[in-house]
């Protein structure tokens, strides 16, 4: 896998993480592949954001925040233990105009998240292992993806209903669509 595709595959990855494949927009993996090599690396972790699309009958009741799921692998020629961390994420109550967020549509609702200060840490914690597997030269994947497994535990009457994870990396490019589908179809992926 070369530089590039190391990227490519990572995005990629993050979204077949929630999805199996399905439910993922071609235009994620394109945008992602276009910001390089070093996207995920240079981010600033207090800038990422998850916001989750769902009915609104779920925003009102008391769920479990989603978790960040990052999975970083060496490939077998350069083996190193994987770098795996859950997340919590936290809930913020930005407005979603404000965000850059589409409308919603009726009977809709934007949940936003972010990372506190361990989270942060912890993001930062892989940019540095991915910058020591690129500086090493060691080729692997990236895997980001969003567990709502809490969502869908809380509320198992809007199980079959619609959810979209969208995610911002840096706010200068706003946030894309990671996968869409439904709760109980994301609440089953594991990475």
Known sequence: MTRLAFLAAALVTAASLLSGCAGVPLTTSARMLAKGNDY???????????????????????????????????????????????????????????LGLPATGAGRAWMIYGLDAAGARQMAELQQRLAAMRAGKQKGTLAIGVRIDGVAEAVPQYATTRIETWMRVAAADGFFELWSGRIADAATKRG
Do not use: M, S, Y
């Open 40 to 98: 995920v690396i240079r981010a600033d972790p207090a800038q990422l954001r998850i916001a989750l699309n769902v009915d609104a009958r779920i925003k009102a009741a008391a769920v479990a925040p989603p978790v960040l799921h990052l999975v970083a692998r060496t490939d077998a020629a350069h083996p190193a233990p994987d770098f795996v961390r859950d997340i919590p994420l936290v809930a913020e109550g930005a407005d979603p105009a404000q």
